[in-house]
């Protein structure tokens, strides 16, 4: 399946958010509907997604989205859609739009993978939010992981009260993270990615989903 997916990487820096959903979908991770619409390209007139939406520059040469102002969120219709994806196509560097379904709100977390010059694969796990932009509350581990791998480095961090049932909050479905921590690092095993960060996955009582996905080949 790597093998496959690396043939897009030929003369590359990066994938694209909805290559790289694609490759986390054929695994069996959720993420969300949503529709890719490439420079010079219109919005299909029969759209096939529900409303609120939300559109995002993709582009290799775009890292932060946030910080380029690639993203419209809590679009409403189809007029709101149309303003917003004009507006991201003249984005410097923008390769195209995607165009996805808003999901339910639930626990943020970040699972990311990187090859260090020293311990080869290496993963990541934090919560999101402030729990990683000001306590660096993170875990780490060496690709491939285990179950048991898996889910040490989900009970290593500070926070993971809140993935257990907090206050009367529904424990969070950590079976679907481990999931997820496993299979990112078996993408990593391969050798083939240089880093991957999703960010942010999102938990729920049941199951959860990749919201948004970065992912770089590694170019020896």
Do not use: C
Request: proline residues 5%; charged residues 25%.
């Amino acid at each position: 399946m790597i093998e496959e997916f690396m043939k897009k990487a030929q003369g590359r820096t990066a994938f694209l958010e909805h290559e790289v959903k694609e490759l986390l979908k054929s695994m069996g991770f959720s993420v969300p509907r949503g529709i890719f619409i490439g420079t010079g390209e219109k919005i299909p007139g029969d759209l096939d997604l529900d409303y609120p939406l939300i559109a995002k520059v993709s582009s290799q040469k775009i890292y932060s989205k946030s910080d380029a102002h690639g993203l419209r969120a809590g679009l409403g219709d189809e007029s709101e859609l149309r303003s917003a994806v004009e507006e991201l196509m003249r984005i410097e560097h923008a390769e195209g739009v995607l165009i996805e379904e808003m999901a339910p709100r639930g626990v943020e977390v970040i699972v990311g993978g990187v090859i260090d010059a020293q311990f080869g694969p290496v993963m990541m796990f934090g919560l999101g939010g402030v729990f990683v932009e000001i306590f660096r509350d993170v875990s780490f581990g060496l690709a491939p992981l285990s179950k048991d791998d898996a889910y040490w480095m989900i009970k290593e961090v500070k926070g993971k009260r809140l993935l257990e049932g907090y206050r009367g909050t529904e424990p969070l479905d950590r079976e679907a993270l481990v999931e997820i921590l496993m299979g990112v690092s078996g993408i990593m095993a391969t050798g083939a990615i240089g880093e991957i960060d999703l960010n942010p996955v999102v938990l729920y009582p049941e199951g959860a989903m990749v919201l948004d996905a970065k992912m770089r080949p590694h170019l020896s």
